[in-house]
């Protein structure tokens, strides 16, 4: 258990500054304002498969925090919530044991791409919104509007990038049953 403590603690350090580095680097904007296609979300989506829900959810949280803080000079709390969110979610989204043994096949990518479009559609377009209207009092229209676009987004960044990331990741993985001897 220990062992494993030791890896959540370095994923998330690792996780939370890519997703800072790249949430800061590669940010193309869409045509609501404050929204933007965001390919950190990708990377979440990697670790979250590889070190689980908790690791998923600290680097989402820690990572978008930081990144808010750098770029806006404080952190947007219901959206780092959702964040963090969307990370414990992908990491209930892959079968981590299959993973690790190189197996990401079509059932697979299946399941994480409907997790990972639900969460985005729950957390986005419902969780992240109703907290910017009870905490920040910000029109409704517009954080559902900002919302809606910020989840189909990331949905598409996470169903194209993540899928692809983790299927290069299982494919360096030994199959069990190989013939390879190292």
Same mark, same amino acid.
């Given at each position: 258990m220990k062992n494993n403590s030791v890896k959540?603690?370095?994923?998330t350090g690792i996780g939370a500054a890519?997703?800072?580095?790249?949430?800061?680097?590669?940010?193309?904007?869409?045509?609501?304002?404050?929204?933007?296609i965001q390919l950190?979300?990708?990377?979440?989506a990697l670790f979250s498969a590889l070190f689980g829900p908790l690791a998923g959810f600290l680097i989402g949280f820690i990572g978008h925090a930081l990144k808010d803080s750098?770029?806006?000079?404080?952190?947007?709390?219901?959206w780092v919530l959702g964040s963090g969110l969307m990370g414990l979610f992908l990491g209930f989204g892959v079968n981590r044991a299959r993973?690790?043994?190189g197996i990401f096949g079509n059932k697979e990518m299946i399941r994480f791409n409907a997790v990972?479009?639900?969460a985005n559609l729950v957390v986005w377009g419902i969780i992240a919104p109703i907290g910017d209207v009870l905490v920040y009092s910000e029109p409704? #229209?517009? %954080?559902?509007?900002?919302?809606?676009?910020?989840? +189909?987004? #990331?949905? %598409?960044?996470?169903?194209?990038?993540?899928?692809? +990331?983790?299927k290069l990741y299982a494919a360096t993985?030994?199959?069990?049953?190989?013939?390879?001897k190292e």
């Open positions: 959540v603690v370095v994923a890519l997703f800072v580095i790249i949430g800061w680097l590669i940010n193309i904007p869409t045509p609501i304002p404050n929204t933007s950190q979300y990708a990377v979440l750098f770029l806006y000079g404080s952190p947007w709390w219901t993973l690790t043994q990972q479009l639900i409704a #229209n517009k %954080v559902f509007t900002q919302g809606v676009v910020a989840g +189909l987004v #990331n949905a %598409v960044t996470i169903a194209v990038a993540g899928t692809l +990331l983790l993985r030994t199959k069990s049953g190989s013939l390879d």
